[in-house]
């Protein structure tokens, strides 16, 4: 079945995301994303070299822009302009890459979106031609409204970002989805493949996910675990779950019987 995600102007086969930071060194990075199955590799600019630092080991190296789509990311900005500014770092590091995630943090302690600051930024990278993914909180208002800006994917959290409290709140992010016509896609909070799972049965378009295959005992399998949950949990929706009763109802029929 042909069923891929489609992102501004691109298109891919898997539904999880994956990130790159955490891991103990670039080869555990390498062979998790590998068993990952992921097609977007997301990348924290103000914290990974992907070339800016000549002296230093470059990621590229082991995750080949040839056979990932990079997802620079604007994680430790906390306003608009360093976000704005990151953005730009990147288009040129990438050599005109222009399919970012803008993530703008309140504080240093909840990492929760600054929302003002988000929306704000949204608009100075859209009118300078970024197809912008946006990190949010799960408000439908807010959703909506960066929807309406021209963001060509909305990342609601799920819970606090590294918290691994899975998604905490299906009812509003439910809404998200029901309201919104680009993709959707949990970002932050998952813990392990239930989590990634029950966000896709909820009908979210994909899965975002760092620390909870990083810190995994054993990344690599975690990483594969991922991988299933996502596929299951895509499926499952498309399937139509059956309806929710509060009382049994026998699988086999109570009429008919061979013998009494």
């Given at each position: 079945?042909?069923?891929?995600?489609?992102?501004?102007?691109?298109?891919?086969?898997?539904?999880?995301l994956?990130g790159?930071?955490?891991?103990?060194?670039?080869?555990?990075?390498?062979?998790?994303i590998?068993?990952?199955?992921?097609?977007?590799v997301?990348?924290?600019?103000?914290?990974?070299?992907?070339?800016?630092?000549?002296?230093?080991?470059?990621?590229?190296?082991?995750?080949?822009?040839?056979?990932?789509?990079?997802?620079?990311?604007?994680a430790?900005?906390?306003?608009?302009?360093?976000?704005v500014?990151?953005?730009?770092?990147?288009?040129?590091?990438?050599?005109?890459?222009?399919?970012?995630?803008l993530?703008?943090?309140?504080?240093?302690?909840?990492?929760?979106?600054?929302v003002?600051?988000?929306?704000?930024?949204?608009?100075?990278?859209i009118?300078?031609g970024?197809?912008?993914?946006?990190?949010?909180?799960?408000?439908?208002?807010?959703?909506?409204?960066?929807?309406?800006?021209?963001?060509v994917?909305?990342?609601?959290?799920?819970?606090?970002?590294?918290?691994?409290?899975?998604?905490?709140?299906?009812?509003t992010?439910?809404?998200?989805?029901?309201?919104?016509q680009?993709?959707?896609?949990?970002?932050?909070?998952?813990?392990?493949?239930?989590d990634?799972?029950?966000?896709?049965?909820?009908?979210c378009?994909?899965?975002?996910?760092?620390t909870?295959?990083?810190?995994?005992?054993?990344?690599?399998?975690?990483?594969?675990?991922?991988?299933?949950?996502?596929?299951?949990?895509?499926?499952?929706?498309?399937?139509?779950r059956?309806?929710?009763?509060?009382?049994?109802?026998?699988?086999?029929?109570?009429?008919?019987?061979?013998?009494?």
């Open positions: 079945m042909l069923d891929q995600l489609i992102i501004g102007s691109r298109s891919f086969n898997s539904r999880l994956v790159t930071g955490k891991y103990k060194d670039l080869n555990e990075t390498k062979d998790a590998e068993a990952s199955g992921a097609n977007i997301t990348v924290a600019i103000r914290r990974t070299n992907i070339g800016q630092n000549k002296d230093e080991p470059n990621l590229l190296d082991v995750i080949s822009p040839n056979k990932y789509t990079i997802l620079p990311n604007t430790g900005c906390f306003d608009a302009d360093s976000a500014r990151t953005c730009m770092l990147a288009r040129e590091l990438l050599d005109g890459h222009n399919l970012v995630k993530e703008v943090l309140g504080d240093e302690k909840n990492l929760y979106p600054n003002t600051e988000t929306l704000k930024a949204a608009k100075v990278l009118d300078d970024f197809e912008v993914m946006v990190y949010t909180s799960d408000d439908p208002i807010v959703a909506k409204e960066l929807e309406s800006m021209g963001c994917a909305i990342m609601p959290l799920g819970s606090l970002i590294g918290s691994g409290l899975g998604i905490l709140n299906r009812h992010l439910s809404l998200i989805i029901e309201q919104t680009v993709p959707v896609l949990v970002d932050a909070g998952v813990g392990t493949a239930s990634a799972a029950i966000a896709m049965e909820l009908g378009d994909g899965v975002l996910m760092n909870a295959i990083a810190h995994a005992k054993n990344p690599v399998m975690m990483a594969s675990a991922m991988n299933h949950a996502v596929v299951a949990g895509r499926e499952a929706f498309l399937a139509g059956m309806p929710a009763r509060h009382m049994a109802q026998a699988s086999s029929p109570q009429t008919g019987y061979f013998f009494k």
